[in-house]
């Protein structure tokens, strides 16, 4: 499942689709970041890495990382960069790493408002939205068909 591509929405290359101080344009997403911004990343992580990397195990690395340094932005840099490459946004890995080393909270609700001007429903996580666009597409997941019946 991992290999299959989505298809996101249109959008302008090179830019980011909202500001990076534009927070309080999902207050949803903004309040969940504020408490517990290894939610936020994990989403975002789970997505960008086509389903490689659980929504679960990025929170808990990042928690993690943040407890031993004091840095989970470390971690979630990384990710920026990811982003930039997949989309063709314009920027470079230092200024990714300035941004959520000064600002982390607004560098996370950013790229997660990306995802989700970019067609995904960033609480399917990869694996819903796989499922959701295929089976909007006309090809339904569930159960194989069975062929006959008990015979000896």
């Not at 991992?2 to 999902?26: K, R, V």
């Not at 666009?133 to 090809?139: C, F, P, R, T």
Request: charged fraction near 15%.
């Amino acid at each position: 499942m991992a290999s299959q591509h989505l298809q996101a929405n249109p959008h302008a290359e090179g830019e980011w689709s909202t500001g990076f101080c534009d927070c309080f344009s999902d207050c949803q997403n903004c309040c969940i970041t504020w408490l517990c911004p290894c939610i936020t990343f994990g989403q975002v992580a789970d997505i960008v890495d086509r389903g490689n990397t659980s929504c679960g195990t990025a929170g808990a690395l990042y928690v993690l990382l943040a407890a031993i340094t004091g840095c989970g932005c470390l971690y979630s840099c990384i990710y920026r960069g990811k982003i930039r490459a997949q989309y063709n946004i314009r920027g470079d890995g230092c200024t990714d790493c300035l941004k959520h080393f000064c600002c982390e909270l607004c560098a996370l609700t950013q790229e997660y408002r990306e995802l989700k001007h970019r067609g995904f429903d960033m609480s399917l996580g990869w694996a819903g939205n796989v499922e959701k666009q295929q089976n909007q597409g006309g090809v339904a997941m569930g159960a194989p068909a069975f062929q006959g019946g008990m015979s000896r």
